[in-house]
């Protein structure tokens, strides 16, 4: 059993908003949505323990306590963190602290990159925020998280989309060939395209589907073998790479598959090895 830290796939939904006069726009409804439940539910069911988080609650982690989650679990999952949560602390946006004192904190881009390579397990999840993400908001490349992804970030927009989907398709000798065997991996609806990475295994790429009835006898497009999973060693830590999102939007059809809790069960012992 592992201890995992999984951040992120957390939303916060307003509305819907009524302008009533031309002077009042009224909110009605707030709903708090945990998208991560999902891929909570099935690692606990593989006997992991997850405790799941919103972003917003890792962004607004005070001095040293990064550094007591790392301590304290196996696993950290990132899905759709972008780098500015990394990057920047609450307190450089608190006025009240200007002149009082020398502002810096603790690098938790640095702490990760440290702590992969002392041993530490690390999942990094696709979406718009995410990699180098929409109109590179996701900007994992341009940090030193790069020195420890098991795929190469893009430096322009890396959202590959579309409504009749993608499937993963197992590398040759991939473990999780028995998973997706039979072209049974649901239309996902978009991914983030990313590099291979040398020194690191693709487990599995990207297939386009293709729905229409003038193509159905015609072989699915291959995507220029862009890697959906792969996974890589750096000093005695781990990472993986699943480039879309294990939560709805582009997975709302991946997380109802049958086999959606042995497709992660299968990369977190591939990970946890």
């Avoid at 409804?29 to 917003?56: C, F, M, Q, R």
């Avoid at 990760?112 to 718009?128: D, H, I, L, N, Q």
Wanted: with cysteine; net charge negative.
């Amino acid at each position: 059993m592992a201890r995992i830290y999984y951040i992120g796939d957390w939303a916060v939904q307003t509305g819907p908003v009524y302008a009533e006069t031309a002077f009042n726009y009224a909110y009605k409804g707030l709903e708090v949505i945990n998208y991560g439940k999902w891929l909570k539910d099935a690692l606990e069911t593989a006997g992991h323990e997850v405790e799941s988080v919103p972003t917003w609650d890792f962004y607004g982690l005070p001095p040293g306590a990064y550094e007591t989650v790392l301590a304290e679990h196996d696993v950290i999952v990132f899905s759709d963190v972008e780098a500015k949560n990394f990057q920047l602390s609450p307190s450089f946006f608190d006025r009240r602290k200007f002149g009082s004192g020398i502002l810096t904190f603790p690098d938790r881009v640095r702490l990760t990159v440290e702590a992969v390579r002392a041993g530490k397990r690390v999942a990094f999840m696709g979406g718009w925020l995410s990699f180098n993400g929409e109109c590179g908001k996701g900007g994992w490349g341009r940090t030193g998280l790069e020195e420890i992804l098991p795929v190469e970030c893009l430096e322009v927009e890396d959202l590959v989309e579309s409504t009749e989907g993608f499937r993963a398709v197992p590398a040759a000798g991939s473990a999780l060939a028995p998973v997706l065997a039979g072209g049974s991996f649901p239309p996902v609806l978009g991914y983030n395209r990313a590099l291979p990475r040398s020194g690191c295994e693709i487990l599995a790429y990207w297939e386009r589907m293709d729905s229409s009835s003038a193509s159905a006898a015609r072989k699915p497009r291959p995507t220029s073998l862009e890697p959906a999973v792969a996974i890589g060693d750096f000093g005695r830590g781990r990472t993986l790479a699943y480039t879309s999102d294990p939560a709805p939007h582009w997975g709302c059809n991946f997380v109802f598959w049958e086999g959606y809790a042995e497709f992660w069960r299968t990369c977190f012992d591939l990970l946890l090895q």
